[in-house]
């Protein structure tokens, strides 16, 4: 496999998945500097990665990766991106760029040709996510019509949603709604709770139509990490339905089949091979194999490492992975959500824009 070198601006929470990335693979990443933007960030970043440090744009480019990853706020992300294609570098960014609409048409306006801009979405890399979507790829429960997607917020939800229908850019029909329900404080960024306290948390649930294909977009914050919410997914198609790890299909008209989704980890019950994720199977067949057998990381670190490891051959002549206009579209959709709401739940229709290719 080939080795990838990557330069990394910012120095927060999510930089540490790449930097980890790097750690664990060696053989694969190297880091050649990280431009802390906060100088009081810098010293701990470093003690903790080992990585070298600078303080300006010019000497990131100095250090000659094959691609920039940014690690900033979705407000600055478009500086840092024409900054960086100006000096003809590509990038991948951590995060859809820009907070609003305004900034996205500013953006695509702006963004030089044949600039390679891709987005670091992980979802449709997470193992489990990663086998569900091979199962909906392989037309055994036919042409996906409707799913739910339950698994994370705003334009990732929807990423994994257009995924799961196998639509790009096509004009959805939004209406949405809210509610507000009663958890119990659970673990975060921060760690474990540290006392019993009973909050409210807001649920968000949108009805999203692309014309003869639909699906329902739900989360609560709580879902990423907290012990008592778990994730949902379904696919439903002509002739099956995928939901969450069990398949239903029909073989045919009289020869129905059912499996599940199996994780297969290694060093357990006497095996000797390493502690891993080997992969994902289902009916017999691999519907997933993790592409970093032996290294310690879960599966959000799995997915990260994959987008590196994808830009890594994108920049090298390979195919677009997850790009800067698909982000656009996913930002855009979940906008229109966020505007059905502050709009109490009216129903908003999508239109093209400057990034629909």
Not at 34 to 42: D, L, T
Not at 84 to 92: I, K, Q, Y
Not at 177 to 190: A, L, T
Not at 226 to 248: C, D, F, Q, S
Request: net charge negative.
């Amino acid at each position: 496999m080939a080795k990838y070198k990557f330069a990394m601006i910012g120095s927060g929470w999510r930089a540490d998945f790449f930097a980890r990335a790097a750690r664990e693979l060696p053989d694969i990443f190297e880091i050649t500097s990280v431009m802390a933007r906060h100088p009081e960030k810098a010293k701990s970043f470093k003690d903790k990665w080992n990585v070298p440090i600078v303080t300006d744009i010019d000497a990131v480019l100095a250090s000659k990766p094959d691609f920039v990853v940014l690690t900033v706020p979705r407000e600055v992300m478009p500086e840092y991106i024409l900054r960086m294609t100006a000096a003809e570098m590509p990038v991948l960014a951590e995060t859809p760029p820009g907070k609003d609409i305004e900034a996205l048409n500013d953006l695509f306006t702006r963004l030089p040709a044949g600039a390679k801009v891709e987005v670091a979405e992980q979802y449709q890399f997470q193992p489990m996510h990663a086998a569900r979507l091979n199962v909906v790829r392989s037309g055994e429960i036919g042409m996906v019509t409707h799913a739910q997607v339950s698994c994370a917020h705003g334009y990732h939800g929807i990423s994994m949603i257009r995924k799961m229908l196998g639509v790009t850019f096509e004009d959805a029909a939004i209406t949405a709604f809210s509610c507000n329900n009663p958890i119990m404080y659970g673990p975060g960024r921060d760690g474990q709770a540290q006392s019993e306290v009973i909050e409210n948390e807001e649920q968000v649930i949108a009805f999203l139509d692309f014309g003869g294909k639909q699906a329902v977009f739900d989360f609560a914050g709580s879902q990423y990490m907290h012990y008592i919410r778990e994730n949902r997914m379904l696919a439903r198609g002509e002739r099956g339905e995928l939901n969450g790890n069990h398949v239903n299909y029909m073989k045919r008209f009289d020869d129905p089949v059912f499996y599940n989704l199996e994780r297969k980890d290694m060093g357990q019950d006497g095996n000797l091979e390493g502690f891993f994720l080997k992969g994902i199977m289902g009916e017999g067949k691999w519907l997933y194999k993790n592409p970093f057998p032996l290294a310690r990381l879960y599966d959000d670190e799995i997915a990260v490492a994959t987008c590196l490891m994808k830009m890594g051959e994108y920049v090298k002549g390979g195919k677009s992975f997850y790009s800067v206009n698909e982000a656009a579209q996913d930002l855009y959709l979940d906008l229109l959500i966020q505007q059905s709401l502050a709009g109490n739940s009216i129903k908003v229709q999508s239109a093209p824009q400057i990034w629909v290719k």
